[in-house]
C-alpha cells in the first residue's frame, strides 16, 4: 500500500467518499424505510422482511455493493482485480490473529457469564446442524459490508486524518446507518437499545483500525473480525460485551498510539498501485 507521501495521483479520488455515502445509504434505506412505511403493501409485494429475505441482503450489501462500483467506475475490471487482491493480504503480528480467533469470542463468554449466561448459546431445536449453517450463511452477510466500510471508506478517510477518526467516524456512520432497522418488526434489532449498539458499532470500528493498518489495508481480516462478531454460537452478552469491548479499545488504542494519532504509514490506496495505468 502507498504511504502518505507518495505523490502519485490516487486511482479513486477522495471525493468518491461522497458517492460511497449515497449509494449505502440510499440503497439501505430505501428497501428497508419502505417496509417501515408501508409494511402491509411492501409483505404483500415482496413477502414478510426476515435476516433470510433477499431484499434484506441486498440492505446489509449496500456497503459492499457501493465499494464495488466506485472500485469498477474509477478503476475498471482491472482495478477490481486488484481492489480484491487485498484478501490476500493476511499479513500481521499473530496477536492480531488471536485477537480475532479467541479474543472476540471470549469477550463474548466473559459478558455472558458475568450476567449469569451460558458459555455458548443454547442450540436450537432443529439441532448444532442448523447453528453451523446459519453461521456459513452469515460468512456471506455481515462480512460483505466490509468492501465498502475499510474497503473504501477507511482509506480515503485516513487520507486526511489520523486513524483513529477515520474508525470513529466510519463507526458513527456504521451505527446511523443500522438505525431504520430498528424500527424494523421481524429481524433481531427490533429487541435492541439503538445506544448501546452505537456505541458498540464506534468501539468496534475503532478496533479494528490497527489490524486494517498492520497489514497495509488488509479485506480479508476485517472480514473475520465483522464474521466473529455474528457467529451464532457466541452467546448474548449484551450490555457486559460491549462494556468489556470499550475497556479493550482503549488498552489497544493506547498501546498504538503512535500510529493511532498520526497519518503516517495508514493505509490510504483503495486499489492498489499495480493496478495503475
Not at 417496509?35 to 435476516?51: D, L, M, W
Not at 469477550?107 to 450476567?115: N, Q
Not at 472480514?223 to 470499550?246: C, E, N, S, Y
Request: contains cysteine; proline residues 8%.
Amino acid at each position: 500500500m502507498s504511504s502518505i507521501g507518495d505523490s502519485r495521483r490516487p486511482i479513486l479520488p477522495s471525493y468518491a467518499l461522497l458517492f460511497f455515502a449515497l449509494l449505502t445509504f440510499g440503497v439501505t434505506w430505501s428497501v428497508i424505510g419502505g417496509y417501515i412505511s408501508y409494511p402491509e403493501q411492501a409483505a404483500a409485494t415482496f413477502g414478510e422482511i426476515s435476516g433470510r429475505h433477499p431484499l434484506y441482503f441486498l440492505a446489509t450489501w449496500a456497503p459492499g455493493i457501493a465499494g464495488i462500483l466506485l472500485v469498477l467506475a474509477f478503476g475498471g475490471l482491472r482495478g477490481l482485480r486488484a481492489f480484491l487482491s487485498r484478501l490476500l493480504l493476511w499479513r500481521c503480528a499473530p496477536v492480531w490473529w488471536a485477537f480475532i480467533l479467541i479474543g472476540i469470542p471470549l469477550v463474548f463468554m466473559a459478558g455472558s457469564l458475568i450476567k449469569g449466561g451460558p458459555l455458548l448459546a443454547p442450540a436450537p431445536p432443529e439441532g448444532v446442524g442448523a447453528m453451523v449453517a446459519l453461521m456459513f450463511m452469515m460468512l456471506f452477510l455481515g462480512p460483505m459490508e466490509e468492501f465498502g466500510w475499510r474497503g473504501v471508506a477507511q482509506p480515503l478517510l485516513q487520507r486526511h486524518v489520523a486513524p483513529i477518526w477515520a474508525g470513529a467516524i466510519i463507526g458513527a456512520t456504521w451505527g446511523v446507518w443500522h438505525l431504520p432497522a430498528f424500527h424494523l418488526a421481524g429481524v433481531v434489532y427490533e429487541n435492541w437499545s439503538f445506544l448501546p449498539f452505537f456505541i458498540g458499532n464506534v468501539t468496534l470500528a475503532i478496533l479494528v483500525t490497527p489490524i486494517f493498518n498492520s497489514t497495509g489495508g488488509s479485506l480479508l481480516l476485517p472480514m473475520l473480525f465483522h464474521w466473529q462478531l455474528i457467529i451464532p454460537f457466541w452467546p448474548d452478552a449484551q450490555p457486559w460485551d460491549t462494556r468489556i469491548l470499550v475497556v479493550v479499545a482503549i488498552v489497544v488504542v493506547w498501546l498504538n498510539r503512535k500510529t493511532m494519532f498520526s497519518r503516517e504509514g495508514a493505509a490510504t490506496e483503495v486499489i492498489p498501485s499495480g493496478a495503475r495505468p
